[in-house]
C-alpha cells in the first residue's frame, strides 16, 4: 500500500472543509481535502454569508466572486407559510438583506452553498490545497506524532494511506471520525429528515414573489408528514422542494408531491436532481477536539436550518482552526494553541445551535413552542458580539459570553473606518493574513518589531495618525489611549490590549502566552 504525507488531512470538502483548506492555504500549508461526493455540491442548499466570515473571503481572494452569485431578484427574503405555493396565504413577511455598516466594512453575500463552494474550492486549489473527491476514509490511527490515515479511491478502487501530523473532521452530521476518535454528542435530538429535489416549473414564475430568495413552509395534510419545504434557487423557475421524509421514490412520485405543493396537479415539472435525504437534528460533540483530531461543521453542531446560520458557523470554524494549525505546522506555536479550538468554538456553536433550534419552533410552530427553549442572543451580538475564552486570549477574565466590540480581549476587533491618503479602508482589512498590533505610539511600534523578531513571527504593525488615519473613534472604540497598543489575531480577534506605555516584556509575555511558546 502506497503512503504520502500531508501537514494537514481534511476529511469532507463542503463548507467547512474547504474553508479551512482555504485559510490553511493563505497562510502557507497545503492540505489534503478528501470527499466520497463527486464534486462540490450539486444542489443549492444553504444561502447566504455573513459579513463576518466575507472579511476574512475579501482578504483571501473569493469575496468577489461570492458576491457576484447573488440570485436575481430584489435583495430581499420573503417567507412564506401557505397551505400550497398556488393556494392560501396564511402567513408571509419580508426580511430585508440587513446592512451592517456600523460594525463591518463587507456587504452579506447572498451565494447558494452550491455556488460558494465552487468558488471557495477554486481559490483553495490556487493556494495549495489537493482535492480528492470520490474518496471516502476507510480508517484513522493516530499517535503522539501524528495520524494515519487510509483512504479509498473509489474511482481506482486503490486504497492508500496518508499520514498528517493532524485531521480535520468535516465529514458531516452522519460522518463517523467523532466516534472513532472517542467524542460523543448530546442536544434535542432528531426531528425527522427532508430529502430535497431539484425540479424546474417555468409556470411558478409568475405565482412567486420576485425577491432574491424565497421560502414557503407548505402545510398541507396531502403532503408526507403533513408539510414541505419550497425555495428558490439561482436561475428563474428552477426550485428545491424539501420532502418530509426520507422514503425513496421514483420520479413520477416525486412529480405528484411537486404539485400538491404547487396547488397545481397539472404543473408541468422537469426533475433535474433527486437529491438524497438529511437529518434535521439538534445536536452538539461533547468536544471539538481529541488529540490531533479537530471536528468543525455539522461533525462538531449539527443544527435545524431555520436562521440561516449552519453555514455561516462551518466556515467561521475552518477560519479560526486554520490559523491555529498553520502557526503549529510551521513551528511559530505550541500544540497547545489547538487546545483553543475546543475552547473558544464548541460555545459558540452550542449557542447558534440553540438559536436555529429556538427558530424552528417561532417560525413553524409557535403554538407547540416548548417551555424549556434556550436562551439565544440578540441576533447582532450573536453575529458580532461572541466573547472568546481560552489560553490564546491573553488578558480575557470574563470567560464565555456576547458583547458588542469594544476593543476587549477576546472579542471581535472592532470596525473603525481609515484613511491612506486618499483611500480608504476599515481596520478590518488590515487583518486576518497574520497577527497585526494597532497604536497611535511609535514606542509601541518598535517594541513589538523587536518581539516579533525574536520570536520569529511574521508581524504588521499599523500606526494610527502616521500612515494611516482615522475619524477620532479609533481610541474609544478600541478602549485605548494615546500610548496603548491591541494585539490581533490572524482571525481578527483581539488576543491582548494593553493602554500602558510600552513594555516589551508584557507583549512578550502575552503573546507567548497566545502561542503556547
Given at each position: 500500500m502506497r503512503s504520502e504525507q500531508t501537514p494537514v488531512l481534511i476529511v469532507g470538502a463542503g463548507l467547512a472543509g474547504l474553508t479551512t483548506a482555504l485559510f490553511l492555504g493563505q497562510h502557507g500549508v497545503p492540505a489534503i481535502v478528501a470527499d466520497r461526493h463527486p464534486g462540490t455540491a450539486n444542489q443549492p442548499k444553504a444561502r447566504g454569508q455573513s459579513p463576518t466570515i466575507m472579511e476574512a473571503f475579501r482578504t483571501a481572494g473569493v469575496a468577489d466572486a461570492l458576491l457576484a452569485a447573488a440570485p436575481p431578484g430584489r435583495p430581499e427574503m420573503t417567507i412564506v407559510i401557505c397551505d400550497s405555493i398556488t393556494g392560501t396565504v396564511l402567513h408571509q413577511y419580508n426580511e430585508h438583506v440587513p446592512h451592517f455598516a456600523a460594525l463591518s466594512p463587507s456587504p452579506s453575500g447572498l451565494a447558494s452553498q452550491q455556488a460558494a463552494e465552487a468558488a471557495i474550492a477554486a481559490r483553495a486549489t490556487e493556494l495549495g490545497a489537493d482535492l480528492r473527491f470520490r474518496t471516502v476514509l476507510d480508517s484513522l490511527r493516530q499517535d503522539d506524532d501524528g495520524v494515519t490515515a487510509t483512504l479509498h479511491d473509489l474511482g481506482t478502487d486503490q486504497r492508500y494511506q496518508v499520514r498528517a501530523d493532524y485531521l480535520v473532521g468535516a465529514d458531516g452530521g452522519r460522518g463517523t471520525i467523532a466516534g472513532e476518535v472517542g467524542i460523543g454528542h448530546h442536544g434535542r435530538g432528531a426531528f425527522g429528515h427532508t430529502t430535497t429535489v431539484l425540479f424546474r416549473a417555468p409556470e411558478l414564475?409568475?405565482?412567486?414573489?420576485?425577491?432574491?430568495?424565497?421560502?414557503?413552509?407548505?402545510?398541507?395534510?396531502?403532503?408526507?408528514?403533513?408539510?414541505?419545504?419550497?425555495?428558490?434557487?439561482?436561475?428563474?423557475?428552477?426550485?428545491?422542494?424539501?420532502?418530509?421524509?426520507?422514503?425513496?421514490?421514483?420520479?413520477?412520485?416525486?412529480?405528484?408531491?411537486?404539485?400538491?405543493?404547487?396547488?397545481?396537479?397539472?404543473?408541468?415539472?422537469?426533475?433535474?436532481?433527486?437529491?438524497?435525504?438529511?437529518?434535521?437534528?439538534?445536536?452538539?460533540?461533547?468536544?471539538?477536539?481529541?488529540?490531533?483530531?479537530?471536528?468543525?461543521?455539522?461533525?462538531?453542531?449539527?443544527?435545524?436550518?431555520?436562521?440561516?446560520?449552519?453555514?455561516?458557523?462551518?466556515?467561521?470554524?475552518?477560519?479560526?482552526?486554520?490559523?491555529?494549525?498553520?502557526?503549529?505546522?510551521?513551528?511559530?506555536?505550541?500544540?497547545?494553541?489547538?487546545?483553543?479550538?475546543?475552547?473558544?468554538?464548541?460555545?459558540?456553536?452550542?449557542?447558534?445551535?440553540?438559536?436555529?433550534?429556538?427558530?424552528?419552533?417561532?417560525?413553524?410552530?409557535?403554538?407547540?413552542?416548548?417551555?424549556?427553549?434556550?436562551?439565544?442572543?440578540?441576533?447582532?451580538?450573536?453575529?458580532?458580539?461572541?466573547?472568546?475564552?481560552?489560553?490564546?486570549?491573553?488578558?480575557?477574565?470574563?470567560?464565555?459570553?456576547?458583547?458588542?466590540?469594544?476593543?476587549?480581549?477576546?472579542?471581535?476587533?472592532?470596525?473603525?473606518?481609515?484613511?491612506?491618503?486618499?483611500?480608504?479602508?476599515?481596520?478590518?482589512?488590515?487583518?486576518?493574513?497574520?497577527?497585526?498590533?494597532?497604536?497611535?505610539?511609535?514606542?509601541?511600534?518598535?517594541?513589538?518589531?523587536?518581539?516579533?523578531?525574536?520570536?520569529?513571527?511574521?508581524?504588521?504593525?499599523h500606526r494610527i495618525g502616521a500612515e494611516l488615519t482615522d475619524d477620532g473613534t479609533f481610541r474609544s472604540d478600541y478602549g485605548l489611549s494615546d500610548c496603548g497598543a491591541v494585539l490581533v489575531r490572524p482571525d481578527g480577534v483581539i488576543g491582548w490590549r494593553s493602554t500602558t506605555i510600552a513594555d516589551r516584556d508584557a507583549l512578550d509575555a502575552a503573546w507567548r502566552q497566545i502561542l503556547d511558546r
Open positions: 414564475i409568475d405565482e412567486v414573489p420576485d425577491t432574491a430568495i424565497l421560502m414557503y413552509y407548505v402545510q398541507n395534510p396531502q403532503l408526507p408528514n403533513g408539510s414541505a419545504s419550497f425555495v428558490s434557487t439561482d436561475h428563474p423557475g428552477e426550485y428545491v422542494l424539501g420532502i418530509n421524509d426520507d422514503r425513496e421514490r421514483t420520479e413520477a412520485e416525486v412529480v405528484e408531491v411537486i404539485r400538491i405543493a404547487a396547488g397545481r396537479p397539472e404543473l408541468k415539472v422537469e426533475v433535474c436532481n433527486m437529491g438524497t435525504a438529511w437529518e434535521i437534528a439538534h445536536r452538539v460533540a461533547d468536544r471539538f477536539s481529541a488529540g490531533r483530531v479537530h471536528l468543525i461543521g455539522d461533525a462538531a453542531h449539527l443544527m435545524p436550518p431555520t436562521g440561516g446560520q449552519g453555514g455561516n458557523t462551518a466556515m467561521l470554524d475552518g477560519m479560526h482552526l486554520a490559523w491555529k494549525l498553520a502557526a503549529v505546522v510551521r513551528g511559530e506555536a505550541g500544540p497547545g494553541l489547538l487546545d483553543s479550538h475546543d475552547a473558544e468554538q464548541r460555545p459558540y456553536g452550542q449557542t447558534i445551535a440553540d438559536w436555529q433550534y429556538a427558530n424552528m419552533f417561532e417560525r413553524l410552530q409557535p403554538d407547540q413552542r416548548p417551555d424549556d427553549l434556550p436562551e439565544v442572543p440578540d441576533p447582532v451580538q450573536g453575529l458580532f458580539g461572541y466573547r472568546m475564552a481560552s489560553r490564546a486570549v491573553a488578558g480575557g477574565t470574563d470567560g464565555y459570553g456576547f458583547e458588542l466590540p469594544a476593543g476587549r480581549p477576546g472579542t471581535r476587533a472592532p470596525h473603525v473606518v481609515l484613511h491612506r491618503g486618499d483611500e480608504m479602508l476599515s481596520t478590518r482589512d488590515l487583518f486576518f493574513a497574520g497577527f497585526v498590533l494597532l497604536t497611535e505610539d511609535p514606542d509601541w511600534a518598535g517594541a513589538a518589531e523587536q518581539v516579533a523578531a525574536e520570536l520569529a513571527v511574521p508581524l504588521a504593525v
